[in-house]
């Protein structure tokens, strides 16, 4: 079963990834600035309570409409835009002899970016993505007996306190997570480039706010979160990142810190999360090699109550390979 599970893993983001390639060896690869990158990973590292083999973001994207690779070929500051979908599953492979994928996490997200090229053709980005973020679970997220929502799985809070070790009462096996949320990121993006005006080196800022709310959209009453787990979970997240990219030969390889803090959850759960990771792509290709070590609060749905470190590997494939750049006409006049 578990060999079972560790293909359909391998072959989702192999699907995915072969899917990218094709369109674009036609010239139809869509980019995205603000994406997160789909892995397949193995490590060490557990919560008290289970132990990982494997874990995987196939995450796709859909365009609605791009014209971001077009608008970056062009010889004046001109912005491009996206309009897209993206499916964003979180999946774990546990060391246990049955049901060993427990509550997975699943995003899908509508969303819009646009980027514009600086006199200096650095990219500055901004991205608001809208969704639904769940595990697809009917239970209490703190007991096995009762459905989620029912008055008897609402008594269940009220004897939650400060002092509460939510870890030790969490309901792993079928526990619901459900909220809507929204997402607001910047991105800015330092470039140098060679003679061919092909990006070298890059240095990327990211920072994201993100909201929990209850209404789908902020508009239609479906897919929202449950008042007594809100309380415990909160409404905000804040993250900031840093990604430095460069090329060793005709290998490109990239440096990623990530940092996580979501003020308002329950005393005992930790409110920060620390993400470093290193990326080898062979031959400058979209997928990669991986090397990542977390520590903080877990990202895993109603998990976020735990916190240990961990060490994976694995692979990866990035979203928004670099290409040739026309540089604007003013940086041509200028030289």
């Known amino acids: 079963m578990r060999l079972q599970l560790s293909l359909l893993l391998v072959l989702a983001i192999g699907v995915s990834s072969l899917k990218a390639q094709k369109l674009e060896s036609k010239g139809f690869k869509d980019y995205f600035p603000i994406a997160e990158r789909p892995f397949l990973a193995g490590g060490s590292g557990n ?31 001109t912005n ?16 246990e002899n049955s049901k060993p994928v ?20 650095n990219f500055l980005t901004a991205a608001l993505e809208s969704g639904h973020y769940s595990n697809g679970q009917s239970k209490s997220a703190f007991s096995t007996d009762f459905a989620d929502n029912s ?24 526990g619901n997570f459900s909220t809507n949320l929204t997402r607001l990121s910047l991105n800015y ?15 990327s800022f990211t920072l994201t706010y993100q909201l929990y709310h209850n209404r789908f959209l902020g508009a239609f009453n479906f897919g929202g979160y449950n008042p007594e787990d809100i309380d415990i979970y909160g409404r905000h997240q804040v993250e900031a990142g840093y990604e430095y990219t460069a090329h060793f030969n005709s290998w490109r390889y990239s440096v990623t810190q990530r940092l996580y803090w979501h003020p308002d959850v329950h005393p005992s759960a930790d409110p920060f ?20 070590f977390v520590f903080g609060y877990d990202d895993y749905n109603y998990r976020f109550v735990d916190s240990y470190p961990r060490f994976s590997v694995g692979f990866t494939w990035d979203w928004f390979t670099p290409f040739v750049i026309k540089p604007t006409k003013l940086q041509v006049e200028e030289n």
């Open 47 to 77: 919560n008290a309570y289970e132990s990982i083999l494997l874990e995987a973001k196939p995450v796709v994207y859909y365009s609605i409409y791009n014209d971001i690779r077009s608008a970056l070929n062009r010889d004046t500051i």
């Open 80 to 95: 491009g835009d996206a309009v897209y979908l993206s499916i964003q599953p979180h999946l774990r492979i546990y060391d």
């Open 102 to 121: 427990k509550t997975p996490s699943y995003k899908f997200f509508i969303g819009w970016q646009s980027i514009i090229k600086t006199e200096n053709d």
């Open 151 to 174: 008055p008897e799985s609402r008594a269940l809070y009220d004897d939650i306190t400060d002092d509460t070790d939510l870890a030790a009462l969490l309901n792993r096996e079928s």
């Open 189 to 203: 993006r330092i470039n140098t480039f060679d003679a061919r005006n092909y990006m070298q080196k890059a240095h």
């Open 273 to 292: 999360r620390s993400e470093t990771s290193f990326s080898l792509y062979p031959w400058d290709s979209d997928f990669g090699l991986m090397a990542r």
